[in-house]
Every structure is written in structure tokens, then in C-alpha cells.
């Protein structure tokens, strides 16, 4: 009886579309390999004429008319000059240098403390360690904290929309 009803919700899935996957492709010249974005993703763009960096929410996709549908606005897909992600191991990198640079001045005072030699001595090499560690832990989340991919000649931005009609 069980196999009855399963049988019956199976072929009645087989007749009824399911519900299309809208998604924003962004696609590289001569590689099949895309990065897609999904409905509800937050998105950071720039507009093709303007320094500004937008970050919206996506609402919905008008394949049609090549439309972002956002809370408060429309933007073409066209328009769009750039895309900008966040990274993560910037912000972990600078926070391993410095604690690198923390360590290596830590058992550098300790070592020349304990040992007895008068000889071995916290140095300026060992300054030069930690300050150059700790400025490269200021620096390196600044400098690479974002990843832009600019649209043109070798990048596409595309909306698409993923139906999938079983049986039909």
C-alpha cells in the first residue's frame, strides 16, 4: 500500500515544473567554470561611470529586461563596471604577524634574562623583528582586503534563470 503512494507523489512530480532557480553568473572567456550568485546574497557593485561602491541585498532577477531587482532600487546587469568581495585571510594573516612579532621580542627579553651570558643581549635585530612584524600586520588586511573583478573583454556578467521541467 505504502509503495502505492509513493508511486502515485512520483508521477505527479514528474508532471509538475518546480520552481526555476534565478541565479547571477558571472562568466570568464575560455573557461567553463562560473561563479554563481543566489538570490538573497548581498551584493557590492560598482556602476559603469561612478567611483562608488553599492551593497545591496538581491531581490529578484528580470531575465527579460537583464534587471537586479534590490529593496530600493533596479539595476541593469549591463551597468555593472565591477564586483567587489571581501577576503578573509588578510584580517588572519595580520593577526598572526603580529603576534609573531609579539613572540619574538617576548622570548628574545626572556632569553637574555635568563641565560646568565652576558654576551646575549635583547638587540636592535630583534626590535627590528617586531616592529617590522607589527607594521605588516597593520598593513597586509588593508592592502588586500577586498578582491574586485572588473567586467569587460574577458569577464561577463549574466542573469539566468534555471528552469527544470522534468518529463516535458
Keep these: 500500500m505504502k509503495n502505492?503512494?509513493?508511486?502515485?507523489?512520483?508521477a505527479l512530480l514528474c508532471y509538475i515544473p518546480l520552481?526555476?532557480?534565478?541565479?547571477l553568473q558571472i562568466e570568464r572567456y575560455g573557461r567553463a567554470k562560473t561563479k554563481k550568485i543566489y538570490l538573497g546574497e548581498e551584493l557590492t557593485y560598482r556602476l559603469k561611470g561612478d567611483d562608488v561602491w553599492h551593497t545591496r541585498a538581491m531581490e529578484d532577477l528580470n531575465i527579460e529586461e537583464g534587471l537586479i531587482v534590490m529593496?530600493?532600487?533596479?539595476?541593469?546587469?549591463?551597468d555593472i563596471e565591477a564586483l567587489r568581495y571581501s577576503r578573509g585571510w588578510p584580517k588572519a594573516v595580520g593577526r598572526q604577524l603580529f603576534w609573531m612579532g609579539a613572540?619574538?621580542?617576548?622570548?628574545?627579553?626572556?632569553?637574555?634574562?635568563?641565560?646568565?651570558d652576558p654576551d646575549t643581549n635583547y638587540r636592535l635585530g630583534d626590535a627590528a623583528?617586531?616592529?617590522s612584524a607589527w607594521g605588516l600586520s597593520w598593513l597586509v588586511p588593508r592592502v588586500f582586503k577586498y578582491?574586485?573583478?572588473?567586467?569587460?573583454e574577458r569577464r561577463r556578467l549574466r542573469a539566468v534563470d534555471i528552469n527544470f521541467y522534468p518529463l516535458n
Design 103 to 116: 613572540g619574538w621580542s617576548l622570548y628574545g627579553l626572556i632569553g637574555s634574562l635568563a641565560d646568565g
Design 4 to 10: 502505492r503512494y509513493a508511486i502515485c507523489l512520483l
Design 129 to 131: 623583528v617586531t616592529g
Design 19 to 23: 520552481s526555476a532557480q534565478k541565479v
Design 71 to 78: 529593496p530600493d532600487r533596479y539595476v541593469k546587469v549591463a
Design 147 to 152: 578582491k574586485k573583478i572588473k567586467m569587460g
